[in-house]
């Protein structure tokens, strides 16, 4: 079986509040990986740990550097116990804006260890990662604004695909950018963003790995971002 995007949930919190953040419901199979990633205006101000569906979830990557910067982080699950129906959950530590996508990989494995990378700066939201399992392998990561640059210009390296975007710039609340993209191969590669320009941001990234014997097959999703609270193309 290919490595392949079963689908997408997004959910956001805006204006800002406590409200839990909890994803349409979905039913995957057993051995599905679930990649959750999370973003909040503040690195102070963090969501936690995800829940769901009995299975258990793990943190790979937070990034939440202090001062005045964003936060985000990445969890995953392998699926077992057929767990039927589910959502995913997470409550905010604090009154806060934030927002989580939820990503459901077929054909998928993760490495006892996966590859992850996160970074801090100016300019345009992007990091390097060098992944293990070569040119069948996707990159998934999430990003976070704290300066509200507006994201309508927004363009993604590596031929990679949005997948979710809370879009608060209007009122300086952050903005948290959410993609993915296939492995170049075994060599460092960038990630993330290549506009716009002018951002302070936060980024964070981890691989998926195909299944033994499987490749990448990337299905876009039918997400359309904006300002809509609760999003689901699980299919």
Known sequence: ????????AYVQLSPQGTTTLTSPAFTPGNGDVLIVKMG???SAASLGAPTGGSQTFTSRVINAPGGFNQW???????????????TVS??????????????????????????TNSATGSGTAAGTITPAGGATSVISWTAGDVNSVDPSTRAYL???????LRDDHVGSNGVDYYGYQ????????????SAPTGMQYVIAAIEIQ??????????PPALVVGQSVNRSNFY
């Open 90 to 115: 997470s409550t905010p530590s604090t009154s806060l804006r934030g927002s989580m996508l939820v990503e459901r990989w077929t054909g998928a494995q993760l490495a006892a260890s996966p590859v």
């Open 182 to 193: 296939s492995s170049t191969g075994s060599g460092s590669q960038s990630y993330g963003l």
């Open 210 to 219: 195909a299944a033994s014997g499987g490749a990448a097959f990337l299905a």
């Open 158 to 164: 590596g031929s990679g695909t949005g997948d979710g």
């Open 40 to 42: 909040t205006w503040d």
């Open 72 to 86: 985000c982080a990445i969890y995953t699950a392998v699926v077992s116990g057929s767990p039927g129906s589910m």
């Open 1 to 8: 079986m290919a490595l392949s995007l079963a689908g997408t």
